[in-house]
């Protein structure tokens, strides 16, 4: 996919539509727009400027996702800071993600390895996800829930550990989704 695609997919999710203005607004007072703009740059350009842009942002917003990392179209940051996502972790389009959130890697046992999460997941802020765990499509994960099991699709997760507590899914938290916008053009 091509990188101006992938990038107005993304702002998309962000202002609900694709415009000039709605993408220097976005460009500009939304971190987490910001930050995406310049790592899908460094997903396709790894020369040292574009590197070194994307380690500033990542010092400035409180973001760490290496450019390796696998994430879908449609990505969206609601708020920024203490974001942690390992590089070997695969996220799926229309995701959300909230500031504390942490998708890591598990060193040992038998969940060693990294999280694949699927497609209009909602992360609230302070979740964390470890180990090589699959979460399933239209997942919501409640704030601060540790998630170290694989999620079925259209579970609604909370608690330490994360436990299902209802199969509502994440309908209603992602908005915005990149097959609307298909829809309007």
Same mark, same amino acid.
């Given at each position: 996919m091509k990188i101006i695609e992938m990038i107005l997919q993304d702002l998309y999710r962000y202002g609900?539509? /694709? !415009?000039?203005k /709605? @993408? *220097?607004? !976005?460009? @500009? *007072?939304i971190p987490g727009f910001n930050y995406m703009v310049w790592f899908r740059i460094g997903e396709k350009f790894g020369n040292p400027l574009v590197k070194y842009i994307l380690f500033r942002k990542s010092i400035k917003f409180g973001i760490q996702i290496p450019r390796a990392t696998k994430i879908g179209q449609g990505f969206y940051i609601g708020h920024f800071g203490d974001i942690v996502i390992n590089g070997r972790s695969v996220i799926g389009k229309n995701c959300n993600i909230s500031q504390g959130v942490t998708i890591g890697q598990s060193s040992r046992g038998k969940n060693k390895g990294y999280p694949t999460i699927g497609d209009n997941c909602y992360i609230a802020p302070g979740a964390k996800i470890i180990g090589n765990i699959k979460i399933g499509n239209n997942v919501a994960i409640? %704030?601060? %829930? $540790? $998630?170290?099991?694989d999620i079925e699709d259209n579970a609604v997760v909370v608690g330490i550990p994360a436990k299902v507590i209802s199969y509502d899914g994440a309908e209603g938290y992602v908005i915005n989704k990149i097959e609307d916008m298909k829809m309007k053009r």
């Open positions: 609900g539509g /694709v !415009s000039l /709605v @993408f *220097l607004k !976005s460009y @500009f *007072l409640g %704030a601060n %829930a $540790v $998630v170290t099991k």
